[in-house]
T-cell receptor, first 114, second 112 residues
Framework: GESVGLHLPTLSVQEGDNSIINCAYSNSASDYFIWYKQESGKGPQFIIDIRSNMDKRQGQRVTVLLNKTVKHLSLQIAATQPGDSAVYFCAENMGSSNTGKLIFGQGTTLQVKP | DGGITQSPKYLFRKEGQNVTLSCEQNLNHDAMYWYRQDPGQGLRLIYYSQIVNDFQKGDIAEGYSVSREKKESFPLTVTSAQKNPTAFYLC???????????FGQGTRLTVV
């Protein structure tokens, strides 16, 4: 079946450095991808999204890159801050052309060292 | 304030009892979702609804039931048939099925 997976369960970075969190997806029919941030005991928060007709999208301090050839998604966080410490999930959606299910990966824990 | 509200935040249930988790949204979203999260794990889809009076099973629907009688509400019932119900339950909604989903703050269910 379809799956979304993350390469590394934990990423530790120094405050001020850039962070890169990776995600692999297996369903070539997926056309919409979302990154979420989840702090302990809370619901996931939307960070940024990208559709399959794009390969890059930028937000405030965050950039998402999509490589459809190798089915890979990444989230780049510039100048990582202690408040960025959380679990990050990527999610894929096959859109209205399919069932509209939003499927999540296992998550990467980002630890920011002061 | 517009948003998605889950209640209660913490819930304790005795084995063999059914329990219903509430999810309400005032965002006028068509689609709503229920996910289960176990410690250190990702989110697994239980049920989702694209429109009122319609819903579909997700990947782990066994032992759960839902209803979607109103656009704003998507309650989840955890039945006694669910073998391991202790988990963190998250409800979400989105304008359409292929737009970003917004999450509630979750309900932590513990079976005692």
């Amino acid at each position: 079946g379809e799956s979304v997976g993350l390469h590394l369960p934990t990423l530790s970075v120094q405050e001020g450095d850039n962070s890169i969190i990776n995600c692999a997806y297996s369903n070539s029919a997926s056309d919409y991808f979302i990154w979420y941030k989840q702090e302990s005991g809370k619901g996931p928060q939307f960070i940024i999204d990208i559709r399959s007709n794009m390969d890059k999208r930028q937000g405030q301090r965050v950039t998402v890159l999509l490589n459809k050839t190798v089915k890979h998604l990444s989230l780049q966080i510039a100048a990582t801050q202690p408040g960025d410490s959380a679990v990050y999930f990527c999610a894929e959606n096959m859109g209205s052309s399919n069932t509209g299910k939003l499927i999540f990966g296992q998550g990467t824990t980002l630890q920011v060292k002061p | 304030d517009g948003g998605i509200t889950q209640s209660p935040k913490y819930l304790f249930r005795k084995e063999g009892q059914n329990v219903t988790l509430s999810c309400e949204q005032n965002l006028n979203h068509d689609a709503m979702y229920w996910y289960r999260q176990d410690p250190g794990q990702g989110l697994r889809l239980i049920y989702y609804s694209q429109i009122v009076n319609d819903f579909q099973k997700g990947d782990i629907a066994e032992g759960y039931s839902v209803s979607r009688e109103k656009k704003e509400s998507f309650p989840l019932t955890v039945t006694s048939a669910q073998k391991n119900p202790t988990a963190f339950y998250l409800c979400a909604s989105s304008i359409y099925v292929d737009t970003e989903a917004f999450f509630g703050q979750g309900t932590r269910l513990t079976v005692v």
